[in-house]
């Protein structure tokens, strides 16, 4: 089912909404019961604006320390009582691949946008996308979503992550630095942030490649105001007794 957006309603004694209605706390219980079910709260989001500041308050935060509890202790052991960019912004970051639409940030590559079940999201593997002089920085970084035989790009990968403080980091202090411009049209489809380019500004290491298990120099990621990373990479084809292998697997 799907739902227009609602945003005429304020929640006022008068609104129609208020009859009847359930409290926050009941809410929240009732989604505990569902483990917060993301498609379920994205769709609670859009009857009005009330619901809507609730999921983004509540139950978005809710889903995203359910679903990486480890993750986000360490996002918020800084002492931030939230993170970059807003909760929703992570949990859609954490559950679906942005893809790409024609002519859009990758160019050449048309690929929809879709949920993904499930995701790992490592700090080790965060390490191998940082200039040496910035691995002090935490990001973590995905697993490449894969999609086949897209047309003369072969196999591709889609990968996404956040960095840590991003405010403070170094990564962002070089991009000032090094004068790195900002995309002029393209915005983080996570919290439509405005887009830095680390392929522009020379701050891809080779590193990055080998994890991702793809070729070395068709490796290309964006990062946005908020710390959100989103990136695409051209997969090496596996070999014949990897095939082998991952068949019995």
Same mark, same amino acid.
């Given at each position: 089912m799907i739902l227009t957006k609602q945003y005429r309603c304020i929640h006022s004694k008068s609104c129609q909404c208020m009859k009847g209605h359930l409290s926050e706390?009941?809410? &929240? %219980?009732? &989604?505990?019961? %569902?483990?917060?079910?993301?498609? %379920?709260?994205?769709?609670?989001?859009?009857?009005?604006?009330? &619901?809507?500041? %609730?999921?983004?308050r509540i139950l978005w935060k809710e889903f995203c320390k359910t679903r990486a509890p480890k993750m986000m202790l360490d996002l918020q052991s800084s002492g931030s009582h939230s993170v970059d960019g807003n909760w929703r912004a992570l949990g859609k970051l954490l559950i679906h691949c942005s893809g790409c639409t024609k002519g859009g940030l990758f160019n050449g590559i048309q690929i929809p946008g879709h949920f993904v079940y499930k995701t790992r999201f490592s700090r080790t593997s965060g390490k191998s996308f940082l200039l040496p002089q910035c691995r002090t920085d935490v990001l973590y970084i995905s697993d490449p979503c894969e999609h086949h035989d897209v047309g003369d790009e072969g196999d591709v990968g889609f990968f996404r992550g956040i960095f840590k403080s991003f405010s403070a980091s170094k990564v962002r202090k070089m991009l000032i630095k090094r004068g790195a411009q900002l995309h002029p049209t393209e915005v983080c489809p996570y919290c439509k942030a405005k887009l830095w380019s680390m392929l522009q500004a020379k701050m891809i290491p080779e590193s990055a490649s080998c994890r991702l298990g793809s070729y070395e120099d068709c490796v290309e990621y964006y990062v946005c105001l908020n710390g959100h990373v989103l990136g695409v990479c051209t997969l090496l084809p596996l070999s014949d007794s990897e095939e082998a292998a991952s068949e019995f697997e």
């Open positions: 706390e009941v809410i &929240f %219980l009732v &989604f505990q019961q %569902l483990n917060w079910n993301p498609k %379920l709260i994205a769709t609670l989001s859009c009857t009005c604006k009330w &619901f809507d500041d %609730l999921a983004k």
